[in-house]
């Protein structure tokens, strides 16, 4: 699985891979929580979840088009609430 997230600090998409607790924004260079505590981090913006980093790669090309600020309802990202229990069952 292949998450598709927007940076906290200046809202640059890119993608990582599921399992990473953190990586880094190659716009701003902010280290981007990801695994908080255990659990995926409440705060981080997850826009899409996908099974491959092609599918992930296309999506990040898709949102550099969109333009700032960037904001999105996130709440009915499919597969999130699985994927957080996912997180939270270890
Ligand atoms: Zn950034």
Do not use: H
């Not at 607790?21 to 979840?49: M, Q, S």
């Not at 090309?61 to 960037?70: A, N």
């Amino acid at each position: 699985m292949w998450l598709v997230i927007l940076c906290p600090r200046c809202g640059e998409a890119r993608y990582v891979k599921a399992g990473y607790k953190t990586c880094k924004c190659f716009k701003c260079n902010y280290r981007i929580t990801i695994i908080k505590n255990g659990i995926l981090n409440p705060e981080l913006r997850v826009l899409k979840i996908v099974n491959s980093p092609k599918e992930a790669s296309y999506e990040v090309r898709k949102l550099k088009l969109t333009p700032y600020p960037r904001i999105f309802d996130t709440s009915k990202v499919r597969g999130l609430k699985k994927f957080r229990k996912w997180f939270q069952a270890k």
